[in-house]
């Protein structure tokens, strides 16, 4: 008996890792919000890494999280990096593309709790009442990304961290009407 159910788990745990092989060697993730602000101002919150954390959803899992800035104050070459408790982990930002009023591109590295490497864009498009912001990211998955996406995809891991700091980003463009 015994020896038929480790020969059952040993068949379900490779017919996952094979299913987990089979998922999508990459990831997107994207979000976008309208503002009643003009694309300068979103541009200007977005392209200074000194206001991420009024936005940021991650910065009050983490009051104590330590973060540093390297570089220009904005714009391509700016940089940040943060090292926190285990939701916020360890990583870096840089700004590697800035096209004023319209774009922010980075490079986003994640070193704790696991290591990966996405590329993240904020896209500002004008619109009749101010902006439409769209925030995505987009990576490679590894196989341990590949299982974990069985269970719970990127999608909805960052998702709702997605919404909730393109909603800061409302609450604090706007109020600078």
Do not use: C
Request: charged share 25%; proline share 6%.
């Amino acid at each position: 008996m015994l020896k038929k159910i480790l020969i059952a788990l040993i068949v379900a745990v490779a017919g996952l890792m094979a299913y987990a092989a089979t998922r999508p060697d990459t990831y997107e993730v994207s979000r976008s919000i309208e503002l009643a602000a003009p694309p300068a101002r979103v541009h200007a919150l977005v392209n200074d890494f000194h206001h991420f954390p009024q936005w940021s959803p991650w910065q009050k899992l983490d009051p104590a999280m330590q973060t540093s800035f390297d570089g220009p104050d904005a714009g391509v070459g700016a940089k940040y990096a943060w090292q926190g408790n285990k939701d916020v982990g360890k990583g870096s930002m840089a700004i590697i593309e800035s096209i004023p009023g319209r774009k922010v591109g980075m490079d986003l590295e994640f070193i704790e709790p696991f290591a990966s490497k996405a590329r993240t864009d904020i896209d500002i498009e004008p619109t009749a009442s101010g902006s439409k912001v769209t925030w995505s990211m987009r990576g490679d998955n590894n196989f341990i990304s590949k299982l974990m996406s069985v269970f719970v995809s990127m999608d909805a891991m960052i998702g709702k961290d997605f919404e909730e700091s393109l909603a800061n980003l409302k609450r604090i463009s706007e109020s600078a009407n």
